[in-house]
Nanobody, 123 residues
């Protein structure tokens, strides 16, 4: 069983930055990919970024490329999402997920989920 705990959300003004953390515990070796997803009110959950923990390959949604960076600290079993130049449209609940997806953006291919952390960006 894998447990994921997110932290680092909050409220910022447009143009600001936040760093989200996802601490993983349990049988983490069963998952080769860690992803960040988000869900805004009234919208479907969408993939934001992912990192394949073995080789370190990273993937991003077009809407966050150049602004967000996903990284990992293997010693701490933690994945980070550095979010810069935040926009009001980035406002959402952000979820960390772990799994073995063929396609990093497909949420149904992730088996483990955290409870989420809220990010609110004001204009």
């Amino acid at each position: 069983q894998v447990q994921l705990v997110e932290s680092g959300g909050g409220s910022v003004q447009a143009g600001g930055s936040l760093r989200l953390s996802c601490a993983a515990s349990g049988y983490t070796y069963s998952s080769n990919c860690m992803g960040w997803f988000r869900q805004a009110p009234g919208k479907e959950r969408e993939g934001v970024a992912a990192i394949y923990t073995g080789g370190g390959s990273t993937y991003y949604a077009d809407s966050v490329k150049g602004r967000f960076t996903i990284s990992q600290d293997n010693a701490k079993n933690t994945v980070y999402l550095q979010m810069n130049s935040l926009k009001p449209e980035d406002t959402a609940m952000y979820y960390c997920a772990a799994g073995d997806p063929l396609r990093w953006y497909q949420e149904e291919e992730f088996g483990y989920w955290g409870q989420g952390t809220q990010v609110t960006v004001s204009s």
